[in-house]
């Protein structure tokens, strides 16, 4: 009798092991992952990277031609700004320095605008050790480090930090200020993160006049050394200036406000110019699992299955099920035998 039960809690028990094993193939939730069976993922067509999509639209929209020279986006008083509550975006880890012209010509009023603008930029950020890092150079004819990437990890005292910025008044050193940023913020020991971290650099000019030094050369060196530049001229700025610092496409990296008291309205645009796209949300045909990977995003099976080798769909693993039929096998022979032992006992 002793022997028919055990046999009967062995089969059990290989079928609790078959229900808790469908469980974990089909049930929970990994961060940043999408399941292929979500009701809310539909099916697209494979995209192994999302580099066709255009966040800049809106920019060309605005842009005005002058013969065959395409002139950076303009914001005016009464433009809207845009509403980015139901696009598939998401703040994606930089390491991001303001290089800001507190100059002369930088009313006290305007500057405050600038600092506003400034905080209003982190709020869209996600800011952490692990996710954006934000510092900032202050400048006119000399050049001031407010604070290194590494020091603020978190909102509230970056934005702290940001309120007691003061400006400078005289001159505007803008290449000296390049060259600073370039030389002692985007390094390791100033915060930066490795390149082989993927973590992209970006720098963002805001200024309302023109260099009094050389922009070319060394705006220049710091793309060339992987530093991606945004400028933002006002008001009086020179627009030469501005597209000689600019990263290309210069219609996607210079912009242009009438006045400081409408530069917030660039909040927006930058926010969708710097975030990542969710590119499992945007649509995916994985078999099991979607894993976004910055602007692309690859597919995952769930355990005990393979990537087959188009990359999307998932084999259950040969060894498993190989395992799963012995396993089956073994335990209804056990059971037969002892039934058969059992009666023949009687």
């Known amino acids: 009798m002793r022997s028919l039960i055990g046999g009967l809690v062995c089969c059990m028990s290989f079928l609790t092991l078959e229900v808790q094993a469908t469980y974990r193939l089909y049930g929970g939730y990994h961060p940043r992952q999408h399941h292929a069976d979500s009701p809310n993922v539909p099916p697209q067509t494979f995209q192994r990277s999302i580099q066709?999509?255009?966040?800049?639209?809106?920019?060309?929209?605005g842009q005005q031609h002058i013969g065959n020279v395409q002139q950076p986006a303009q914001f005016s008083q009464n433009q809207r700004t845009i509403d980015l509550g139901e696009t598939h975006c998401k703040s994606r880890p930089l390491d991001l320095v303001f290089i800001i012209d507190?100059?002369?010509?930088?009313?006290?009023?305007?500057?405050?605008?600038?600092?506003?603008?400034?905080?209003?930029?982190?709020?869209?950020?996600?800011?952490?050790?692990?996710?954006?890092?934000?510092?900032?150079?202050?400048?006119?004819?000399?050049?001031?480090i407010e604070f290194l990437l590494k020091t603020y990890f978190d909102k509230p005292g970056l934005k702290a930090a940001l309120a007691r910025i003061e400006?400078?008044?005289?001159?505007?050193?803008?290449?000296?200020?390049?060259?600073?940023?370039?030389?002692e913020t985007f390094t390791e020991e100033s915060g930066a993160?490795?390149?082989?971290?993927?973590?992209a650099k970006v720098a963002i000019i805001v200024t309302d006049g023109r260099p009094q030094d050389t922009v070319e050369v060394v705006a220049a060196t710091a793309r060339a050394a992987g530093i991606e530049i945004y400028a933002v001229g006002v008001d009086r700025a020179d627009m030469k200036s501005l597209r000689l610092m600019a990263s290309l496409p210069l219609d996607?990296?210079?912009?242009?406000?009438?006045?400081?008291?409408?530069?917030?309205?660039?909040?927006?645009?930058?926010?969708?110019?710097?975030?990542?796209?969710?590119?499992?949300?945007?649509?995916?045909?994985?078999?099991?699992?979607?894993?976004?990977?910055?602007?692309?995003?690859?597919?995952?099976?769930?355990?005990?299955?393979?990537?087959?080798?188009?990359?999307?769909?998932c084999s259950q693993d040969a060894n498993e099920m190989s395992g799963n039929e012995l396993s089956e096998d073994a335990c209804m022979y056990d059971l037969s035998r002892k039934v058969t032992q059992f009666g023949r006992s009687r």
């Open 52 to 61: 066709q999509q255009q966040p800049f639209q809106s920019v060309q929209q």
């Open 102 to 144: 507190s100059s002369r010509s930088v009313r006290p009023q305007e500057f405050e605008k600038v600092k506003i603008f400034l905080a209003d930029m982190v709020d869209t950020l996600e800011v952490g050790a692990d996710a954006t890092r934000v510092a900032v150079v202050n400048y006119a004819s000399t050049v001031k």
């Open 167 to 183: 400006s400078l008044a005289a001159g505007t050193m803008t290449g000296l200020a390049i060259k600073t940023a370039m030389e």
């Open 193 to 199: 993160r490795l390149t082989n971290k993927n973590i």
């Open 252 to 313: 996607e990296h210079v912009f242009y406000v009438e006045t400081y008291g409408v530069i917030e309205k660039l909040t927006s645009k930058f926010r969708e110019t710097l975030c990542g796209v969710d590119a499992c949300a945007l649509g995916h045909d994985c078999d099991h699992i979607c894993v976004n990977n910055n602007n692309s995003y690859t597919c995952k099976c769930r355990e005990g299955y393979t990537l087959n080798a188009d990359k999307k769909t």
